[in-house]
């Protein structure tokens, strides 16, 4: 008996540590993906506001863009309406993501193959949208694409942007995935909801956030939330953000970009102990 609770204990330590294994690898995991889509995310919105004041007469002619990682920089490309698509614009940013830093190449040339295969899943992700009901629209927001191609295969997020000050939107994004071939395999929700946060326009200061998720959303923090905050949380002067789910808590640190992360169980002990000392 005493060698079986021995066997039964050491079962457990190890089931224990392989959670907690998985747990760390599927934090790094979605981490990575998050700066994935930020550097992807900051060349577009920056690269967009060197170039339209500049194109003034010719925005017409832009038919959308995209970003992707290039050496050491980020490249946002702007592309035209042709069948066969001609580069308008490639700006060219280092780390600083800034104008300052920014290199414009205005000389058209076709797509080379890696940035043919982004336009292409860009291109049917967009049809995906315009014609499958899984995917939502609300007043003041836009849709914003993300094609990344990568050893991890080839995907399309799609984020949900504001078009109003003062306000960050969570949630109402998809992720759409494609095989080799640049075809459509799957394609989900990975929130159920749009979950706006405001911040500024004469609200209190917050030190940041939270939202629950569903058991369907995951466990964890999705890659899409944490590139949301890292877009947002300068502006917002958050300190931190969390997100709650059934077996999790996830707490990002907006000063340091970090993820943190504690059973539920864990949680609901330290804020029932916090609620003990309040009362005292």
């Known amino acids: 008996m005493k060698y079986l609770i021995i066997l039964v204990i050491c079962s457990l330590t190890s089931v224990t540590a392989i959670t907690q294994a998985d ?3 599927e934090k790094d995991s979605i981490v990575n993906e998050a700066h994935r889509m930020y550097r992807s ?4 919105w920056n690269g967009t506001d060197i170039l339209l004041p500049i194109m003034k007469d010719r925005r017409g002619d832009i038919a959308g863009y995209f970003s992707y990682p290039y050496k050491d920089s ?11 698509p001609l580069t308008i614009a490639v700006i060219c940013f280092d780390t600083s993501y800034t104008a300052e830093h920014a290199t414009i190449d205005a000389i058209p ?3 080379d193959n890696y940035e043919s295969s982004l336009y292409a899943i860009r291109a049917m992700a967009l049809a995906e949208i315009s014609r499958d009901t899984i995917f939502k629209t609300y007043n003041n927001t836009n849709l914003n694409l993300v094609p990344i191609i990568d050893s991890l295969g080839e995907r399309v997020y799609v984020l949900t942007g504001p078009e109003q ?13 494609f095989d080799s071939d640049n075809k459509l395999i799957s394609k989900r929700a ?8 405001e911040y500024g326009k ?5 030190v940041g956030g939270v939202h629950t998720h569903l058991p369907e959303t995951g466990d964890l923090i999705t890659a899409t939330d944490i590139c949301t905050l890292m877009l947002y949380e300068k502006f917002a002067k958050w300190q931190q953000y969390m997100v709650i789910s059934q077996r999790y808590v996830s707490i990002w640190d907006c000063n340091n970009n970090a993820l943190f992360t504690l059973t539920r169980e864990a949680w609901d002990r330290i804020s029932k102990d916090q609620g003990k000392r309040h009362k005292k």
């Open 23 to 25: 747990i760390e690898a």
């Open 41 to 44: 995310e900051m060349a577009s």
């Open 74 to 84: 980020t490249r946002c490309v702007f592309f035209d309406k042709g069948t066969i």
């Open 109 to 111: 040339r076709k797509l």
């Open 165 to 177: 000050d003062g306000v960050i939107i969570f949630g109402n994004d998809y992720l759409l995935k």
């Open 190 to 197: 990975l929130h159920r909801n749009m979950m706006p946060a």
């Open 202 to 206: 004469g609200k209190e200061t917050s």
